[in-house]
């Protein structure tokens, strides 16, 4: 099962200032190394400090088989980016929903408060 793998390319002393999230450190030079850690299936999201390390370590990995790889530039760039997609999965895919059927039951539920609302309009 593919994993998703956030990867920090930043010097060692800029990822000790602060990273996003659960990203790991690889400079950008030495992203061959992530081979080891991770598949070449898995879904492999890079940033730095300005996006210009980060477009190297992308064209890398393409050229070494990895499938899933995506740049999302610089620091404040990429926690934005982070930040919207996980507001994005929050609305799609509310925590207590679990499985296909917790989910058509919500979807009745929804249904149901609806059709109530329209019967008492």
Not at 72 to 84: D, M, S
Not at 102 to 110: C, E, F, N, T
Request: charged share 35%.
């Amino acid at each position: 099962m593919a994993r998703t793998v956030l990867v920090d390319v930043r010097t060692p002393g800029e990822f000790a200032t602060g990273f996003l999230g659960s990203a790991i450190n690889i400079e950008y030079q030495d992203i061959s190394q992530l081979a080891e850690r991770a598949s070449k299936t898995d879904e492999i999201t890079l940033y730095c400090r300005s996006g210009r390390r980060s477009g190297i370590a992308l064209e890398t990995l393409k050229s070494l088989g990895f499938e899933s790889v995506r740049d999302i530039g610089g620091l404040e760039e990429a926690r934005e980016t982070l930040r919207k997609e996980e507001i994005q999965r929050s609305r799609v895919l509310p925590k207590d929903i679990t499985s296909k059927e917790s989910l058509d039951s919500s979807w009745r539920k929804l249904l149901d408060g609806l059709k109530t609302q329209t019967d008492e309009s």
